[in-house]
């Protein structure tokens, strides 16, 4: 009987302790991220892959419907959650510490304005250099869709040296089409020009002219003020002046992803002529992730003074690629390596092909020379 006793007690504990651990190891789907610092690491692991950006048709169709086009927002992760886990994001890895630099032509000085817990990452289909929707204006910053409200943070450390309607013309006109705006001239530069850089579309400011600001000081919110298409956050890179005139590209400055990098091109035609608004397919030969990017809309743009580019497209997981593109009929496949941390460039010239040798330098005298427009616009 005593023994029959002892087993019935040894029987209940197991099924205890049983119980207790699959509740502690249930797969839960979680989209939900807390607050936390682009500077903590990642520990969760993504079971599903992050959402693609991209669809490219098997036939290599380049005519791609913008009804393919899906954007990370509705990216998901599995994780398998413990009693006291810190709060970590579910989109991608924590950024390279700023300033991070593998090239000496390289300079990823600055963290995102949107932190990691929400959507930080550009619009992938209205980048720098496309025309603004139906018009040709010139779209000279990127867009990040985080949600109204949202706070927007300092990118680096600097001084305002603007704060609130009219940055377009100079003046105070609620009419200005970055809306309530901010600009913050920071404490380094590059190859001995200024670094500024804008945030616009704010619906509230938090910060005043002549104030001092520290990389993550909030600004403002994300709002829908100026020229818009709905609540979002246009940010700048201007080099040298605050002047429209002056932007770069972003994608170029922001620091990436831990373990991914950044792709750098130049597509031109055999009389080395910039081809614009070109289609260009990456796909992941690992994941079957694709991306498509368009080169730049015009020539009215500025480019790096290193690369010159006419397209680049940020926030690449490392590994091996294809790159794909159709020229009068013809479609040009390329395997290319995305390094993490690093820039990779090509550059391509019809009925000649890729090379993968970097530019030389462009002289300044070469760089004022670039004709400008006034379709200068966010």
Known sequence: MKNKFLLLIWLITFIVVVVLFLGRTVPQISTTNQNFNDSQVNTAPAIFPQAFEAVIPDNSDTNTPNELLVTNEEAIALVLPMPDDPPVSLWRPPLYPTPWAISPNDHFYFSRPIAADEINWPLANYRYGYFFPETDIIHTGIDITAKRGTPVI????????????????????????????????????????????????????????????????????????????????????????????????????????????????????????????????????????????????TNSINRDEYYKENLVLSDLPAGKYTLSFTIDGITYRQEITIYPGAITFFSFRNNIGFSFETPSIQTPEDWENIVLSDDFLP
């Open 154 to 297: 300092a990118a680096a450390p600097g001084t305002v040296i603007w704060a609130g309607y009219g940055l377009y013309t100079g003046s105070y006109n609620e009419e200005d089409p970055y809306g309530m705006a901010v600009t913050i001239e920071h404490d380094f530069g590059h190859k001995d020009k200024n670094l500024l850089t804008v945030y616009g579309h704010m619906d509230r400011i938090d910060v005043e002219k002549g104030q001092r600001v520290e990389t993550g000081t909030q600004l403002g919110i994300v709002g829908n003020t100026g020229f818009t298409t709905g609540p979002h956050l246009h940010f700048e890179v201007r080099y040298e002046t605050n002047s429209y005139f002056r932007t770069r590209n972003p994608e170029l400055w922001l620091s990436p992803p831990q373990g991914w990098g950044v792709l750098v091109g130049q597509i031109k035609t055999i009389d080395n002529y910039y081809i614009h608004l070109k289609e260009v397919y990456v796909r992941s030969k690992d994941t079957n992730q694709s991306w498509m990017v368009l080169t730049y809309a």
